[in-house]
């Protein structure tokens, strides 16, 4: 539905008709496949992303219209075999919300190899490596793309990149525990540490924060990363109006021991951003979409 909101603005088209056999059983404005009288007087436009139905609805259209009246948005959606051990989910129905690479972060890639001949950026949380794998295909040779997350994710995000044709440059991660209270900060902070034995200024050209998204870590986390962050390079949040509450129903029960109600229904990365990113005069907010209150936040480290 986003989807088709965003055509439906920047296009100023608007539909005759919405289909999808699902949605058609709890919403009387949309139509199932079936109800459809005459499907060859439209053009379909196919809005769905999810490798899963993705095909099956491409092939049920298929059946019932020419080729040349289906422009099909999600036509070169990738996918990868079951021996990727997680670029396999990737638009799976339990992937489906980290099924797309970070934009920003992407734009941020293309512009940093204009300006420098190497590069090194870091990724904390990494999904199912929808971001990663994006993101190092646009790398070369000498640069190097690190990664944080759970030591297992990380070990299976390595193996995959290793195999993803096209991918050359250099690629580490440090993945942490799952005990409750460890997280990639800690990770960061001995990396603070190396940097700081070898009086380096900054080690990232572009840094994306993008796990757990609660106060916990990521306020550590941050305070980390603007360090580790170079002058004039870029550091990214994702997510900055997630809740708990408003996200998803199981981890709100595993969380109601952890958390107080009002930090479930709190936006903890904008909580962050205010207590550490907002008035701190190094770091200067970049927006890189029309909007002035950007659900990404990304800000430059200045020479300050
Ligand atoms: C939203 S996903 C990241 C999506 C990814 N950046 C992308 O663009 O596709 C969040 C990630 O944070 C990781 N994460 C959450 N809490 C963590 C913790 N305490 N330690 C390490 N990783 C954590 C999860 O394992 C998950 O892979």
């Not at 809740?243 to 229904?265: F, G, I, P």
């Not at 904008?270 to 200067?284: E, L, Y």
Request: proline share 3%; charged share 25%; aromatic share 10%.
């Amino acid at each position: 539905m986003r989807t088709k909101a965003l055509l439906n603005w920047k296009y100023g088209v608007e539909e005759a008709l919405i289909v999808d056999n699902k949605l058609a059983l709890v919403n009387p404005e949309i139509a199932s496949l079936d109800q459809v009288k005459n499907p060859e007087a439209y053009i379909w436009l196919l809005t769905c992303g999810n490798l899963d139905y993705h095909k099956e609805i491409l092939r049920s259209v298929q059946q019932l219209v020419p080729e040349n009246q289906i422009l099909d948005l999600f036509a070169h959606l990738p996918v990868y075999s079951e021996k990727y051990h997680l670029l396999s989910k990737l638009g799976s129905p339990e992937g489906e919300t980290v099924s797309w690479p970070c934009r920003e972060f992407l734009e941020l890639v293309s512009r940093k190899k204009n300006e420098r001949k190497t590069i090194t950026v870091a990724e904390i949380g990494v999904g199912w490596g929808a971001t990663s794998v994006e993101v190092c295909r646009r790398l070369h040779k000498e640069d190097v793309y690190m990664c944080f997350d759970f030591e297992d994710v990380v070990e299976g995000l390595l193996h995959d990149l290793g195999m993803v044709p096209g991918i050359c440059c250099q690629v580490t991660g440090k993945g942490n525990s799952h005990r409750a209270c460890d997280s990639y900060s800690w990770s960061l902070s001995e990396l603070l540490f190396e940097m700081r034995n070898r009086h380096q200024d900054g080690i990232f050209d572009i840094a994306f924060l993008d796990g757990s998204h609660t106060f916990l870590h990521d306020a550590s986390a941050c305070c980390l990363l603007k360090e580790l962050v170079k002058p004039d390079g870029y550091l990214i949040f994702d997510d900055v109006f997630w809740s708990c509450a408003e996200a998803n129903r199981e981890l709100y029960q595993e969380w109601e021991d952890l958390y107080t109600k009002e930090q479930l229904h709190d936006y903890q990365v904008q909580r962050v951003i205010d207590a550490f990113m907002t008035g701190d005069r190094r770091f200067q907010q970049v927006y890189m979409t029309q909007s002035l209150n950007p659900s990404r936040a990304v800000y430059r480290k200045t020479d300050l």
